[in-house]
Every structure is written in structure tokens, then in C-alpha cells.
């Protein structure tokens, strides 16, 4: 059996439907993707077409999760209620019911929002909801990357750093996608860290051109401040007052701070464009985010500050909770990218 899909408006195929589920898997196209084959009267979204089992070309036969909208055996499913569960959203559905809120389940969904309208309190709960059952591969890859990304600068200063700067942006690219899976497939795997690197290069110049323009946006900011500072401490005859060093150093430090903190929001999807879009380029990325990002700015510092208070905390654990706090919200992240698409 040959199937037809869209992706971008553009009409792919055919493949088998062993190929079509592999492209749902990998996040190519998602449940709602629109979907063809011959003997149907018209294009249907994939988990409408797959709502009976279609056969595979191994003789076996798939069905869409009624909850989730995976492509599963029939066998896998589990009735649940008055529905049916799937290996890949069993456990958010138990989570709901521990918790006493109705099932939310964006796994496989794609990009399927409600224009950003989600609190920021139910951002995260639709987060802790996917990291049920994801909290081994989410602990590990957040150790692994910052053990990658931070420590070896300290071990070896000078090839770690140079090291350090090369790597980070794939790990970047991977780490943020393990995130969108888990919130969409509602699995993330420990080999998702490292998938940034098999586009090395574009991972690369994403990470080096927006770090570059944040570090020249905070100079810019404190370029004021620094001249007041310079001019207080080097070009004054007698010892600066104390007054005037504190203005000085607060006129220096708060631009700054406001600079790369606007800045930052500005570029805050890039990875998740990227993911979900392999074929854009690293400019067009940047665009869109800050398109994107218009407007929104506030809610996601707002998300970002409601954890600042967990990563306080880990201080008493000699920060060893960060391995769960960064998990919590970057998942959160991930939910607040997919709420800002459209309802479909």
C-alpha cells in the first residue's frame, strides 16, 4: 500500500506505510498531517486515515492510538476509561489521573497550539504530565550535557574551551529536540543529545552568530556605563567616591543584563525552528523566532522566573537537583513552543 503526505504545503510520496511510520517517529509529519492513498474519497489527516488498521508490508498491521495518535499494533492498545492508551502516553495518562486533571496529550500532535493563550502554571503541568516515564533520558542527557558543554573549559582550559564553543551547538540542537519529542511522542531517548551533531555545521553557526550578537548587544548596553566607570576609577585624580563607583557599576551591569535577557527571548526558539524545520537555513531560523516572539516575550521570562526558585533550592542539594529542575523546564519550554501555533 502506497501513501501521499504534505509537508509544507507540498505534496510528498508515495511511500509505504512501514516509510509513513517511520516519518511519524522521526517527527517528519505528525498525526494531523494530511494523507492520501488510492480507495480513499479524500486527503484525511494520518490519524483519521489510520483510525482501522492498515496493513504493513510484512503482513502486520498498524493503527493510530485513539488518545495519542501514534501509529501502534493494535495489541499495544490499552483501554483506559472510555478510550484507549498506547505504550508512547500510558504513563502521562496515569500522571493525569494521579494528579486529578483531565489528560492532556500533545504527543504527535505537532504543531497544533492555542496561539500562546496556556498559563504558564498549566505550560507546566503539561510538562511534569510528559516527563512521566521520560526521567531516566531526560537526568542523563542533562548530566551529559553539562559535563559536555561546561566542565571540560575547566579541565583542560585551553583545549576544553576551544572544544567547549565547538560542540555546544549541537549538543544544544539535540538536547532542546529530546524535549519536543518528549512532549510530542511522549518518549525521549538518551541518543537524542547527540542527533544536533549529523547537521554539525548549521547547529555550529546557530550557536556562534546568536551568542556573538547577544555578547555585542551587552556591549553596547554597558558601553555608558563602562565609560562612567572607566572615567570614576582611572581617570579621576583622587579615590572615587563610593557613591559614584556604585552608579557606575549598576549603570554598567543593568543595560547589560536587560540587553542580553531581551536579546536571548528574541532568538529563544531558534533550536526548536531548527528541529522542526532541518532544511531552513540559520538566518531564516533567527527570523522566525523573532517573529515568533513578538508579544511573547514577557510570558516566556515569566515561565523562565517561575523556576528560580527550584534551581534556588538545588543550591542545598550542591546543585546535583539542577539534573531534575533543567528537565522540568525546558519541557515547559518545549510546551510553550508548541502552544504558540494556531489551534488546528
Known sequence: MQWFYVIDNQRQGPIPTGELRTLVNNRKITPQSLVWREGMAEWAPLRTAFAEPQPLEDGSVIVACPTCGQLVPPDDLIPAGDTKVCPFCRDRYAQSLR?????????GDGPSGTGGATPNHELRAHARRALAGNWTPAVVCTLLFILLSNVMGAILPLIGILAELIITGPLLLGYLGMYQRIRRLGRGMI???FKGFSRFGHALGLYLLTTLIIY????VAALPGGVLLFTSV????????????????????????IASTYVTLHFALVYFISNDNPGTGIIACMKQSSRTMQGRKMKLFLLFLSFIGWHFLTIFTFFIGLLWTLPYMFTAFA??????????
Open 216 to 219: 555585542l548587544a551587552m556591549a
Open 191 to 193: 541518543e537524542d543529545l
Open 234 to 257: 582611572i581617570g579621576a585624580e583622587e579615590e572615587p567616591s563610593g557613591a559614584l563607583f556604585f552608579i557606575a557599576m549598576v549603570a554598567t551591569i543593568v543595560p547589560a543584563f
Open 335 to 344: 510546551a510553550f513552543y508548541e502552544d504558540l501555533a494556531d489551534p488546528a
Open 99 to 107: 494528579e486529578g486533571v483531565a489528560p492532556v496529550f500533545a504527543a
